[in-house]
């Protein structure tokens, strides 16, 4: 059964950076498209970034188009989110999920992560 545990969280001023990390258990990493979404106190889980099997294509919510950087190194089954000039409505748990498609849609992950809280004071 594959596993997905997610760390790097933590407590940050605005305008500071945070890289959250997720590692990937079994051996066949290098096929999944992952995701990163967050969700917030009171609000539904939104998408956050998606990166394809091989790292050749990207892509962002609006709201962290030009902040948040994803990443992965297959080599170590894990896929990174670099988040900078982050800001107070960014704080929000933070979830990994293996997708089976390239996708933005939740529907389209079928394995997540625990979280990783990420809060950021203003």
């Known amino acids: 059964q594959v596993q997905l545990v997610e760390s790097g969280g933590g407590l940050v001023q605005a305008g500071g950076s945070l890289r959250l990390s997720c590692t990937v258990s079994?051996?066949?990493?290098?096929?999944?498209?992952m995701g990163w979404f967050r969700q917030a106190p009171g609000m539904e889980r939104e998408f956050v970034a998606v990166?394809?099997?091989?790292?050749?294509?990207?892509d962002y919510a609006d709201t962290v188009k030009g902040r948040f950087t994803i990443s992965r190194l297959n080599a170590k089954n894990t896929v990174y989110l670099q988040m900078n000039s982050l800001k107070p409505e960014d704080t929000a748990v933070y979830y990994c999920?293996?997708?089976?498609?390239?996708?933005?849609?939740?529907?389209?992950?079928?394995?997540w992560g625990q979280g990783t809280q990420v809060t950021v004071s203003s």
């Open positions: 999920a293996k997708g089976g498609s390239y996708s933005k849609s939740l529907n389209a992950y079928d394995t």
């Open positions: 079994g051996r066949t990493f290098s096929i999944y498209n």
């Open positions: 990166i394809n099997w091989n790292g050749q294509s990207t």
